[in-house]
């Protein structure tokens, strides 16, 4: 499987790019799957459901399934956070993993970049960061700038780049 990670501080536009390259490679015909990282507390399942009880209740992992989908809850209960290598581990093989957040692990990545937000570049500092999609123009940056909405040649950097 390959790898390609979208970086950046947070409201810079991750989460549209992901899905927009998500969209953008499933259309040239590969498999594509995603991993999120979330700073915070967060829950997929709803109070009062089935599943939600069950993890309520103690349940390490929770597994729902229908005749559509199914989805695996695993709860750390106060073990350390796993690694983005370790999760790799349980995604089923895709032509491609994109991963949203994860910015200090040694995987290429975009870093998405909005001059709005007043952060620095991640990519000044991680040399994994292989394009800078940004809104503004950067000069002097010792790696590629696109367009932030251009998807289309986002995708194919990051399709050279990983042999696709």
Known sequence: MKIWGVAGWKN??????MER??????????????????????DVDQPGKDSYRHRTAGAQEVLVSSGARWA??????????????????????VDL??????KR??????????????????????????LVASDTDLP?????VLHLDDTKAIADFIAAELGL
Do not use: C, Q, W
């Open 140 to 144: 002097g940056l010792d790696r590629p």
């Open 105 to 130: 692990e040694p995987h290429p990545k975009v870093e998405a970049y909005r001059a709005e937000t007043g952060n620095p570049l991640i990519a000044t500092d991680d040399p994994n960061v292989r």
């Open 97 to 102: 993993v994109l991963v949203e957040g994860f």
């Open 21 to 42: 390259l998500v969209a953008e490679f499933t259309a040239r015909g590969l498999t594509v799957s995603t991993i999120k990282h979330a700073h915070h507390a967060f």
């Open 12 to 17: 810079v536009g991750k989460t549209g790019l």
């Open 72 to 93: 695996l809850m695993h709860e750390l209960r106060d073990s350390a956070e796993p690694t983005l290598d370790a999760l790799l581990t349980r995604i089923s093989p």
